[in-house]
């Protein structure tokens, strides 16, 4: 199961990916070619490179009981391994005896949250 980033996050990436490419590009044609306007195309790259990169991985993955948060190094967690779930300031921070991941709500699709709510749910275990 993905848990979904939310389309507003996805857009941007998205809107400032091609933004920066067309401003390399035509810095690039139009100007002269200093080390500069090259940045601009790597900026336009990397955007499109993070859009591409979270509209397909997503936000987190939960397979076989293990919740993946997907990042360029993922960090991931056994479900069964959770000990404790704490709510503080919109994010959900999940503690086993060795690691700690968190988990900003925010950035999650509402429909995904509420999938990600039963799950925790499901722990039985105590929100603090």
Do not use: C
Not at 28 to 56: A, C, P, R
Not at 83 to 94: M, P, Q, R, T
Request: glycine share 6%; hydrophobic share 45%; no cysteine.
């Amino acid at each position: 199961m993905k848990i979904r980033y939310i389309k507003k996050r996805l857009k941007y990436n998205l809107i400032f990916g091609i933004l920066w490419l067309v401003l390399g590009t035509a810095s690039v044609i139009f100007e002269s070619g200093t080390i500069f306007n090259y940045g601009y195309l790597v900026m336009g790259v990397l955007y499109l490179g993070t859009f591409f990169f979270e509209n397909n991985k997503q936000y987190l993955t939960i397979e076989n009981g293990v919740l993946s948060k997907n990042e360029l190094i993922p960090k991931k967690i056994n479900l069964n391994d959770i000990s404790h779930i704490k709510k503080f300031a919109g994010d959900y921070i999940l503690k086993t005896d060795v690691t700690e991941l968190r988990i900003n709500t925010q950035l999650i699709d509402k429909k995904s949250l509420s999938e990600l709510d039963i799950i925790l749910e499901n722990l039985n275990l105590e929100a603090k």
